[in-house]
């Protein structure tokens, strides 16, 4: 683990090394991300995909991110720990969007927060980056629009659209935002966003010109529960499978009565054993003399 990573060192890293961000929804995924190096870890609301099996993001809580963030924070990473907030939890008004932000702060211990949208979000944004609370933008397919965009589709592919994706991008960057999240985009406009802001970019099926990349831990590590993988994630373990082996092994050795052995097995002492024999005798005794004379 190196030096704790913070937003403003987030944002001086435009045009630098590449900025690396995994999602991590609890302890074990936190210490393992911060281990492999992570700059930042996402807490998302792919929670409710790959942790709690919702089949979207919206039945997702303030309480569930707040929750899982702090489980994150307790791991102390030096990766910068970014809270993502829920459907509804920045759309009422900037005044709501300030208390549930600062809920990931106070409560789940989170050093920034994300949220999903361009200029319509912006009063939110301000409001939330003047309650000195650091906004990861995210743009293009934002999961939480599923049902206003008609699916999880790829955003931008048309002109107008890719010029109002990067005009979104810009008032992000003007209102505050110390990076911006690009999922789900042809290349070429993440690379025409990425020129075209001073904030990093980090994508996610944007292609290869952003700032960073991001991908979900359970995509990366094989942890899924199967169902659809999109074209831009990249597996590079198996873990579910070897967990599978590992559990069928255990049981395989209970049935053989291999496990446990004598060095996963707690003993007495010699002598407290032959002290405990010699009791257990006694007692034993002592029932079949009350059985003989009928007391019992
Ligand atoms: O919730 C999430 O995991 C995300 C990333 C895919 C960027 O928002």
């Known amino acids: 683990m190196g ?164 005009s979104d991008a810009r008032a992000l960057t003007d209102a505050g935002v110390f990076s911006i999240v690009l999922e789900g985009v042809p290349n070429v406009v993440a690379e025409m966003v990425t020129s075209e802001v001073e904030v990093p970019t980090i994508g996610i099926g944007a292609g290869s010109s952003t700032d960073g990349q991001v991908l979900v831990f359970h995509d990366i590590t094989g942890l899924g529960a199967g169902g659809y993988i999109p074209k831009f994630v990249r597996t590079y373990a198996q873990l579910a499978d070897d967990a599978v082996t590992a559990i069928e092994a255990f049981f395989a050795d209970v049935d053989s009565g291999a496990f446990p052995d004598d060095s996963e097995t707690y003993h007495m002492t010699d002598e407290s054993e032959a002290i405990l024999r010699g009791m257990a005798f006694r007692a034993a005794s002592h029932i079949l003399a009350d059985e003989d004379m009928g007391r019992r």
């Open 3 to 166: 030096n704790k990573v913070t937003a403003p060192a987030v944002k001086a890293r435009k045009g630098g090394a590449k900025l690396k961000m995994v999602t991590a929804y609890d302890f074990p995924t936190a210490r393992i991300a911060d281990r492999a190096g992570a700059d930042i870890i996402l807490v998302g609301d792919s929670v409710g995909n790959v942790v709690l099996g919702y089949d979207d993001t919206l039945h997702v809580t303030v309480d569930d991110m707040v929750h899982h963030t702090a489980a994150v924070a307790r791991a102390k990473p030096s990766a910068l720990i970014v809270g993502d907030m829920p459907w509804l939890s920045y759309h009422s008004s900037p005044q709501e969007t300030v208390v549930n932000a600062g809920r990931f702060v106070r409560e789940g211990g989170a050093e920034a927060v994300k949220l999903e949208g361009g200029r319509k979000r912006i009063p939110m944004i301000e409001a939330v980056i003047d309650a000195e609370i650091p906004v990861m933008g995210h743009l293009g397919l934002t999961p939480q629009s599923i049902h206003a965009m008609g699916g999880y589709r790829v955003q931008g592919k048309e002109a107008q659209a890719a010029y109002e994706l990067i």
